[in-house]
T-cell receptor, first 116, second 115 residues
């Protein structure tokens, strides 16, 4: 079974500062994808960043970057120069492919508040 | 359409009522997923369609839950004889293909409250 754990239910950060959200996962698979999704109050899940397990290089998207440690099964998200619009729930997700299609497993989320 | 559209945005039902939740995926998207998100939790998988075929319904919590996608586009999630534990946000997501590296696009969900 695949599990995704986010151990920080809530976090806060001052505007313009840097914050890191933690995520660990458990799987016996070798090839999979990892994602960070943002869910603002509008409820729509928005893809922040994704990482393929085979790629050693950490993914980066503008102010968002990950620290992917495959052996430790850790996938943390770093947000640099935090902005008020970053306030949202953040979900870490794991995806593997079954013969019936792709399957996603989500963590319980971290509520991030950016303080002006 | 421009994005995944779900309706209604909010639904209040009395215990025992039947409800139907609609999902309009992005036009041309082959894969469609339904997720249930309880308060304070992450989304949990309910069911998956590839075109009109329901390939995986292992996440449906009981036989009161039924999903269909008869023409391979719009999907409906039906819950019969609703119970209070069915209260949650129901999210729909679609992707262009079933390929492993395909991106998933989510709708804004339907918040169901069962009184």
């Amino acid at each position: 079974a695949q599990t995704v754990t986010q151990s920080q239910p809530e976090m806060s950060v001052q505007e313009a500062e840097t914050v890191t959200l933690s995520c660990t996962y458990d799987t016996s698979e070798n090839n999979y994808y990892l994602f960070w999704y943002k869910q603002p109050p509008s409820r729509q899940m928005i893809l922040v960043i994704r990482q393929e397990a085979y790629k050693q290089q950490n993914a980066t998207e503008n102010r968002f970057s990950v620290n992917f440690q495959k052996a430790a099964k850790s996938f943390s998200l770093k947000i640099s120069d935090s902005q008020l619009g970053d306030t949202a729930m953040y979900f870490c997700a794991f995806m593997k492919q079954f013969n019936t299609g792709n399957q996603f497993y989500f963590g319980t989320g971290t509520s991030l508040t950016v303080i002006p | 359409g421009a994005g995944v559209s779900q309706s209604p945005r909010y639904k209040v039902a009395k215990r025992g009522q039947d409800v139907a939740l609609r999902c309009d995926p992005i036009s041309g998207h082959v894969s469609l997923f339904w997720y249930q998100q309880a308060l304070g939790q992450g989304p949990e998988f309910l069911t998956y369609f590839q075109n009109e075929a329901q390939l995986d319904k292992s996440g449906l919590p009981s036989d009161r839950f039924f999903a269909e996608r008869p023409e391979g586009s719009v999907s409906t999630l039906k819950i019969q004889r609703t119970q209070q534990e069915d209260s949650a946000v129901y999210l729909c997501a679609s992707s262009l293909t079933e390929a492993f590296n395909e991106k998933l696009f989510f709708g804004s969900g339907t918040q169901l409250s069962v009184l």
